[in-house]
């Protein structure tokens, strides 16, 4: 079983700058490709952006896009969101996923292995 931990959350005025990172752990991963998605307070979980581990190809939501990367560390099997010039509606649960099963990066139906979140709030 694999099993995903994302870190570095936590609280940050606005135009400020988090980086997260999900470590993933266990099993080989069933498909290179790796994203992460969010869920705002009452709204239903987004895609953020995605990245495949082989390639280092990427795709960015474009709410995100130009503040915020995607990259990865393969020795370190590990992914992570850059996120700056952050803004109120960037508060949400980020979520990592993996194991996708082809598709659309962005469908997080294709995604069987989900970590248990970390919470980003962006204060004014």
């Known amino acids: 079983q694999v099993q995903l931990v994302e870190s570095g959350g936590g609280l940050v005025q606005a135009g400020g700058s988090l980086r997260l990172s999900c470590a993933a752990s266990?099993?080989?991963?069933?498909?290179?490709?790796m994203a992460w998605f969010r869920q705002p307070p009452g709204n239903e979980r987004e895609f953020v952006a995605a990245?495949?581990?082989?390639?280092?190809?990427?795709s960015t939501a474009d709410s995100v896009k130009g503040r915020f990367t995607i990259s990865r560390d393969n020795a370190k099997n590990t992914v992570y969101l850059q996120m700056n010039s952050l803004k109120l509606e960037d508060t949400a649960v980020y979520y990592c996923?993996?194991?996708?099963?082809?598709?659309?990066?962005?469908?997080?139906?294709?995604?069987?292995?989900w970590g248990q979140g970390t919470q980003v709030t962006v204060s004014s």
């Open positions: 996923a993996a194991d996708q099963s082809g598709g659309s990066w962005s469908d997080q139906e294709k995604y069987r292995t």
């Open positions: 990245i495949s581990r082989r390639t280092g190809t990427t």
């Open positions: 266990g099993r080989t991963l069933y498909s290179s490709v």
